[in-house]
């Protein structure tokens, strides 16, 4: 069994679920109609560990790449600025996600409903940037 591939393989699994977390959550917690606070809570621990997740894989790869051939990964142009709004787009996610769990229950259903807003598109931004870098490197 060629191991490389296969910590590669387990690295996607756990990068593509984390893609979903981030993605889907959002999309529940807004449509069709407002998730109730308690509802809104759990998911926010979701899209946090969702965040959290695509973070470690991501870095995983990284990881696995140098590990393997003793360099990073050799991406230029269009996949560095990918790599770059994805790494902006965790951060921003874990944050958003952090603040909503701890003061989340002191914000209006307005100011939650722009916060998943926010979430979704920081979700969606992150996943297409994954195809961009996935292609142009």
């Given at each position: ?12 699994v ?23 606070a308690?509802?809104?809570?759990r998911?926010a ?65 307005d100011?939650h409903?722009?916060a ?7 979700g ?14």
């Open positions: 069994m060629d191991l490389q591939n296969l910590a590669y393989a387990l690295t996607q756990a990068h593509n679920f984390g893609a979903a977390a981030v993605v889907a959550a959002p999309l529940f917690a807004r449509w069709p109609l407002r998730a109730d308690a509802v809104r809570h998911l621990w979701l899209v946090l560990a969702g965040w959290v997740v695509q973070g470690m894989s991501g870095a995983g790869f990284g990881a696995i790449s140098y590990a393997y051939y003793g360099a990073f990964p050799d991406i230029h142009g269009i996949a560095v600025a990918a790599l770059l709004l994805k790494m902006a787009c965790a951060a921003g996610g874990v944050v958003l996600a952090a603040l909503m769990l701890r003061w989340g229950a002191r914000w209006s259903d100011a409903h722009c998943w807003g926010g979430l979704l598109l920081l969606a931004t992150a996943l297409t940037a994954a195809a961009f870098l996935r292609w142009f490197s």
